[in-house]
């Protein structure tokens, strides 16, 4: 770099280069030191590295091998999870600071540049804390939905895991580098001359975005590869279809962000003008490399909460999934349709007029196998005997939530309408209601229904429905609040607002339901923790599910079916029709219980591990 800058004429050496060298240093001298590298460091001195893979030792608190690094997918899927909720609540509070400023017109104790810091915050954390939950239920779920002992590929794991703890802090050290000013979209020219935060902003999602293509690819051939006898592709439980629809687009997309966000980078440490129009760039490409990125990233982030309401549905209704193979191609129909909608983000960006119909056409288009989706789950639930635990509560509340995000969408896919409304409040409720309903109650749904294949134990069931009840009329204030403001003129990414507009009781209000969800989710958060400690045993197939992870004891062993070997012999939602979905048999057992180090060394590195 000091070749490059000196050869441009530049100083060889400012503050800005130093301390993003030494954030790249110090990332990975991090994952050195966590011990996540040392496999491949020991293959590249010639040193057999057999795979630690075991029970977990009984003399060693619980807790402690959830802070090492690990090769079983279902302590990574934890791992993923703890990481996802603790990043959710930080997310959640910096919507809380911004948000208290809000609650009045006029500057009350915040700066503007601390106010777009914390905002821009809040975006950027809240979609890494969901990219999290997405690789929780994604590595903990699909080895054991398809019948195998781990992921394809233990090492690459663990590494796609660790890699999102420097990029996380990376992200929040902004805050303390003299933040950033563009929101969580870091549009250039604004972010090519914020202050050094913003290096950190590009840098930190830089290395939660290696994480997803790293974890993408591992599970796409985990899916291709290791599903169990039987186990044909129109077997497969929902949500791997809907996982490795999200792979697809996680591994082919994720690139550009990383593209997009290396171009300022370079642009600010080498002094390129890759988007500065005086030295001939074009500001309009950093939009389109971004969203085309970032349209389809709605979709990795929604496409498994929609998986786990389907997965869900049949086991509270009783009944088999209505039009199964329709809605797992509709999971592949989204992907698909997911890239071609990005420049209905830039209506209002200044694109050439005549791209606008036809992107609007593309966007409707995703309608139709969002709509599968919504037909399946009222045929589902038609005549259905509807019980009505926590899990159900939070499927049947993201109904209903993403029902709304999705009809609040097609006005701001249609130009006419959109002129108006984008960059209005009308898009933050929207947005909202999409990442609620699409994410946010699956993810939780997920959490109160398998808490028990993981630890053993139940959550409380009335703090449960406390959750669910504060936070679900909460959260349609919210929304309804946002929207009105939005429609009534309100931008969004101000710090402040005229008080002669009148919406000064609205955000008031607005304010206080945030609060209320706030506190629903404090109630999840002593829920959960009391529940590890002293919650009801509950080892056995507690909802009577048909899916095999169900018919082994809880929490799941190290190696899965290593013991319980089965085969897929019916359809996996015939509730009522066939009395299982698969044949395990004990007696049939694969030999001896494996051995700590199973899998050996060198063919496993051979596999590209």
Same mark, same amino acid.
Request: charged fraction near 10%.
């Given at each position: 770099m000091i070749v490059i800058r000196l050869a441009l004429g530049l100083e060889a050496w400012s503050a800005e280069p130093i301390t993003v060298v030494a954030a790249l240093i110090g990332a990975i001298a991090f994952l050195f030191g966590t011990g996540v590298m040392s496999d491949w460091t020991q293959w590249a001195l010639g040193h057999d590295t057999p795979e630690e893979h075991h029970e977990p030792d009984p003399r060693e608190p619980g807790w402690v091998r959830y802070f090492n690094v690990s090769t079983d997918h279902k302590v990574i899927g934890i791992q993923y999870g703890i990481t996802s909720v603790v990043v959710l609540v930080l997310a959640g509070l910096f919507a809380l600071i911004f948000r208290t400023e809000l609650a009045a017109s006029g500057m009350q104790f915040l700066t503007p540049q601390l106010?777009? @810091?914390?905002?821009?915050?809040? !975006?950027?954390?809240?979609?890494?804390? =969901? %990219?999290? !939950?997405?690789?929780?239920?994604?590595?903990?779920? /699909?080895?054991?939905?398809?019948?195998?002992?781990?992921?394809?590929?233990?090492?690459?794991?663990?590494?796609?895991?660790?890699?999102?703890?420097?990029?996380? %802090?990376?992200?929040?050290?902004s805050l303390f580098l003299g933040g950033f000013d563009t929101g969580w979209t870091g549009y250039p020219p604004l972010s090519a001359r914020a202050p050094l935060g913003m290096q950190m902003f590009f840098l930190g999602v830089y290395l939660i975005g290696l994480s997803s293509i790293l974890g993408s690819l591992n599970l796409v051939v985990t899916t291709v590869r290791m599903r169990a006898p039987g186990m044909s592709w129109f077997r497969m439980p929902i949500f791997v279809w809907a996982s490795f629809a999200t792979a697809l687009i996680g591994m082919t997309a994720t690139q550009l962000i990383g593209l997009s966000?290396?171009? /300022?980078?370079?642009? +600010?440490?080498?002094?390129?003008? #890759?988007?500065?129009?005086?030295?001939? $760039?074009? /500001?309009?490409? #950093?939009q389109h490399l971004f969203w085309f990125?970032?349209?389809?990233? /709605?979709?990795?982030?929604?496409?498994?909460?929609? $998986?786990? =309401?389907?997965?869900?549905?049949?086991? #509270?209704? +009783?009944?088999?999934?209505?039009?199964?193979?329709?809605?797992?191609? &509709? &999971?592949?129909g989204i992907a698909l349709v997911g890239f071609l909608v990005w420049a209905h983000h830039m209506f209002t960006s200044g694109m050439e007029e005549y791209l606008r119909v036809p992107f609007m056409y593309s966007t409707m288009l995703v309608a139709v196998p969002t709509g599968v989706k919504f037909f399946s789950w009222v045929g589902t639930l038609w005549r259905g005997k509807i019980i009505y635990p926590t899990p159900m509560l939070f499927t049947l509340g993201a109904i209903i939530v993403f %029902?709304?995000? !999705?009809?609040?969408?097609?006005?701001? $896919? @249609?130009?006419? @309408?959109?002129?108006?409304?984008?960059? @209005?409040?009308w898009i933050v409720g929207h947005f909202h209601n999409t990442m609620f309903g699409g994410f946010?109650?699956?993810?939780?749904?997920?959490?109160?229904?398998?808490?028990?294949?993981?630890?053993?134990?139940?959550?409380?069931?009335?703090?449960?429905?406390?959750?669910?009840?504060l936070m679900t009329p909460a959260f349609w204030v919210m929304t309804f609040g946002q929207m009105r403001v939005g429609l009534l003129g309100m931008r969004r990414r101000i710090a402040d607002y005229d008080p002669a507009q009148g919406f000064d009781t609205t955000h008031l209000v607005v304010t206080i339901a945030a609060f209320a969800i706030a506190l629903s989710v404090l109630i999840f958060l002593i829920n959960l923790v009391n529940s590890i400690r002293r919650g009801e045993a509950a080892t056995e197939n507690i909802w009577r599910s048909r899916s095999p992870e169900w018919q082994i004891p809880s929490p799941a062993p190290a190696h899965n079916y290593a013991d319980y070997p089965f085969e897929v012999i019916a359809e996996p939602y015939d509730y009522g029709a066939t009395p299982a979905y698969v044949s395990i048999d004990p007696a049939a057992g694969r030999g001896p219980k494996p051995a700590p180090h199973t899998t050996p060394s060198r063919p496993a590195a051979a596999a590209g591990d």
């Open positions: 106010y777009n @810091t914390l905002m821009g915050l809040h !975006g950027i954390v809240m979609i890494a804390s =969901i %990219l999290l !939950g997405v690789g929780a239920m994604s590595n903990y779920l /699909v080895p054991l939905l398809i019948g195998a002992s781990d992921m394809a590929f233990p090492r690459l794991n663990a590494l796609a895991y660790w890699v999102n703890v420097p990029g996380a %802090l990376l992200v929040v050290s966000f290396m171009m /300022v980078m370079i642009q +600010r440490l080498l002094g390129l003008g #890759f988007f500065d129009p005086a030295k001939g $760039g074009n /500001v309009i490409l #950093f990125y970032s349209h389809p990233a /709605v979709y990795v982030f929604i496409l498994p909460g929609l $998986g786990i =309401i389907s997965e869900l549905l049949p086991v #509270f209704v +009783r009944k088999p999934l209505f039009g199964y193979k329709w809605i797992a191609m &509709s &999971s592949m %029902l709304f995000g !999705g009809l609040t969408g097609p006005p701001n $896919g @249609t130009v006419a @309408t959109d002129l108006h409304l984008h960059d @209005t409040y946010v109650y699956p993810f939780f749904a997920a959490i109160y229904y398998w808490f028990p294949k993981m630890t053993g134990r139940r959550m409380n069931e009335r703090l449960g429905k406390w959750h669910f009840w």
